[in-house]
């Protein structure tokens, strides 16, 4: 059963790894033992908190873009057009050759992302520049076949919560603003989630296949570890070129169109449950909990009717203002049940016994441990401010503590201590032979180069390699 109380003390999360593997399924999440490597089941509490998420991620798409639904299945023909995507992916690809016991007359690709299942069908679509700019998502399950250790929610080879977007633009210039348009949302998107993030420009042999440049959002994990939780690609017109989607200008003239896409994950929520969690379980922002306020009858003797009525009315009260408010009226210890739901990450736990119902009094304790008291008549006010400040606590919480996991140290040495605990931040002068040397000495790797936004510590302008000057550059061990 998920989240069986007998089953022992949870890892400390200094043990990350120990610790993300057990929370998964003692909190309710996700069971890993699905007979296929890489492929998980969401349990109906984890996904209820997939919902929540993709809720905000959606309300934030949909102020303008549309969302539409792509076959699964990609022809062959198409997957293989464009050159350097299919270098990219052809290793990662499943197949279906067979319909039945008879051989397709050509195979199908599984997506692993969707770019050449839309981009002939958006050929047709767009004929002229009154078609521009074309803003659609979709969120889909894709399938990659990972060579690298899978994990749950971080590298799955059924991604099922792939949310894709694809714009088409007349010129380049407009696809970059909507490339930095996409970065905004992304922000604005992890903020709502409470969770800080770096931005940067990946090195140009870590774009994305097809791509001109990638923008990766990327947060730091409990390990020190980088994971990419968000990318922006500009595609240029090499997409448009290949699969021949082509607009009318104003004078006539038939133009190559220019695009974009960028894509987010189940990383989203991987992010959610690592970064605010801790020893006692998962610590959910308010915004995405599928329970925002557990209310607990603390019961004793002969008032547990009239606890029970007050607990009721409580949820009544909370649910009709919009809280997502849960009542456990199990006969096991309060103890118990404060455990139970702290390992699920409930934001606000009620408390009412008795004294309380004598008092005219309701005791509020939050997810981080603050305890206060409330008149009952005012409870829901009460609940909606604390609810409201726990969503910046975490930011504040999360990004302090990845502000105190970002370095700016003085030499090589320095960088590989900064990279064993997170990010460092070196200058770089964008040679492939320094960041070779780079990544070498740190046992690193390059994120990217600084874009703006990231609040970086100040740092020497000349490459830490050679000594010419440089930008900005995150270096970091990655997921
Ligand atoms: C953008 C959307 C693309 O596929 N095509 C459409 C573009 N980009 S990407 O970087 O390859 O993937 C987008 C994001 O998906 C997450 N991701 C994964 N999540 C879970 N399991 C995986 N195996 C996996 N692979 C990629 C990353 O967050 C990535 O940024
Ligand atoms: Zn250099």
């Known amino acids: 059963m998920p989240g069986d109380p007998e ?112 981009y002939p069908m958006y050929a047709l679509w767009v004929r002229s520049h009154a078609d521009l700019p074309l803003k659609y998502y979709q969120v889909v399950n894709t399938f990659r076949y990972e060579t690298k250790a899978t994990k749950p929610l971080i590298r799955a080879r059924e991604i099922t919560s792939f949310k894709e977007a694809h ?45 001109d440049y990638t923008i990766a959002i990327d947060t730091i994990m409990p390990d020190g570890r980088t994971l990419q939780i968000g990318t922006v690609h500009h595609l240029g017109d090499n997409f448009s070129r290949t699969f021949n989607i082509r607009y009318e200008d104003e004078k006539g003239e038939q133009q190559y169109a220019h695009q974009t896409c960028y894509g987010i994950s189940e990383r989203s929520i991987a992010a959610v449950l690592s970064v605010h969690g801790d020893d006692r379980g998962l610590v959910l922002p308010p915004q995405v909990a599928p329970v925002q306020v557990v209310v607990i ?71 981080l441990g603050e305890k206060s008291e409330a008149p009952a008549p005012s409870v829901v006010d009460a609940v909606q401010g604390i609810l409201a400040k726990l969503s910046d606590a975490l930011l504040g919480k999360a990004a302090a503590e990845m502000r105190g996991r970002v370095a700016a140290p003085k030499d090589m040495e320095g960088a590989k201590a900064a990279v064993g605990r997170g990010v460092a931040v070196v200058s770089w002068c964008g040679a492939r032979e320094c960041a070779d040397l780079l990544e070498k000495q740190t046992e690193g790797s390059i994120l990217g180069t600084d874009v703006g936004g990231n609040q970086l510590p100040a740092i020497p302008k000349d490459c830490i390699v050679c000594g010419k000057e440089g930008t900005p550059t995150l270096v970091s061990r990655s997921f």
């Open 167 to 211: 714009t088409v633009h007349a010129t380049w210039a407009e696809a970059e603003e909507q490339a930095k348009l996409a970065v905004a949302l992304y922000r604005s998107f992890y903020e709502r989630l409470s969770i800080p993030v770096l931005v940067s420009k990946r090195p140009d042999w870590d774009k994305f296949p097809g791509a």
């Open 297 to 367: 009858p603390v019961i004793v003797g002969k008032r547990k009717d009239e606890v029970l009525g007050a607990a009721r009315s409580l949820k009544e009260r909370l649910a009709a203002a919009g809280i997502r408010t849960g009542v456990d009226e199990r006969e096991i210890r309060p103890g118990a049940k404060y455990y139970h739901w702290e390992m699920r990450g409930v934001p606000l736990r009620l408390e009412v016994g008795p004294r309380d119902l004598d008092r005219g009094v309701v005791t509020l304790v939050t997810r």
């Open 7 to 118: 089953s022992g003390p949870l890892p400390q999360k200094t043990d990350f790894s120990e610790w993300y593997t057990e929370i998964l399924w003692r909190a309710g999440i996700i069971d890993n033992r699905y007979p296929v490597k890489g492929l998980y089941v969401w349990y109906p509490y984890g996904f209820t908190l997939r919902k929540q998420v993709y809720g905000i991620l959606r309300e934030l798409l949909d102020r303008d873009h549309q969302e539409t639904l792509f076959p699964l299945l990609i022809p062959e023909h198409e997957f293989m057009k464009e050159a350097e995507h299919i270098a990219g992916f052809e290793d990662e690809v499943y197949w279906v050759t067979r319909g039945g016991r008879t051989p397709l007359d050509v195979p199908l690709a599984l997506r692993p992302t969707s770019e050449t299942a839309i």
